[in-house]
T-cell receptor
């Protein structure tokens, strides 16, 4: 069965530090991968996506992610975190033909200290 | 272009009641999906509608139902509410140009509290 694992439930970083959020997926074919961010009380905002092609994808707000097929990973990175990046981050896989259904990881809550 | 809108934003119901939530997709988007988000279960897929037809369904009891209208607006209904139905219900829309997955854009959600 398809699944997404985000091993880190909670991460705390200092403002200006670099960030890497981990995401591992289980899927038999080439997955369609997404990162979404959710601020408190809000819906989900798309940060970036990978469908095919260049394995390093750039997103909004200075985020990037790298697809590594050999490691079944799609980790999210940012070189310098801002206090406004504090939120919950979700990795998702869109696994199937003829459906847009997403399977989400459990999320990683990011806390940023000044 | 306006984003996905959901109404109402907040709702309080009591056990046994029923509730209807509404979602208006981004203009031109033809697919609408619904997700339930709870602290315990995370984000779970409820169902997906495309051209007024249910295209996919998650593992939820029959108390959860939905429909899509010809203008792509969608409603979901939960009958005989239980305490465990308290959640944030998120709607997402996508364009659907090909059979391969499209990016979904989410609304702000409807927060349902069942007392």
């Amino acid at each position: 069965a398809q699944s997404v694992t985000q091993p880190d439930i909670h991460i705390t970083v200092s403002e200006g530090a670099s960030l890497e959020l981990r995401c591992n997926y289980s899927y038999g074919a080439t997955p369609y991968l997404f990162w979404y961010v959710q601020s408190p009380g809000q819906g989900l905002q798309l940060l970036l996506k990978y469908f095919s092609g260049d394995t390093l994808v750039q997103g909004i707000k200075g985020f990037e992610a790298e697809f590594k097929r050999s490691q079944s990973s799609f980790n999210l990175r940012k070189p310098s975190v801002h206090w406004s990046d504090a939120a919950e981050y979700f990795c998702a896989v869109g696994p199937s033909y003829n459906t847009d259904k997403l399977i989400f990881g459990t999320g990683t809550r990011l806390q940023v200290f000044p | 272009k306006a984003g996905v809108t959901q109404t109402p934003r907040y709702l309080i119901k009591t056990r046994g009641q029923q509730v209807t939530l509404s979602c208006s997709p981004i203009s031109g988007h033809r697919s609408v999906s619904w997700y339930q988000q709870t602290p315990g279960q995370g984000l779970q897929f409820l169902f997906e509608y495309f051209s007024e037809t249910q295209r996919n369904k998650g593992n939820f009891p029959g108390r959860f139902s939905g429909r899509q209208f010809s203008n792509s607006r969608s409603e979901m209904n939960v009958s005989t509410l239980e305490l465990g139905d308290s959640a944030l219900y998120l709607c997402a829309s996508s364009l659907v140009r090909t059979p391969t997955p499209e990016t979904q854009y989410f609304g702000p959600g409807t927060r349902l509290l069942v007392l």
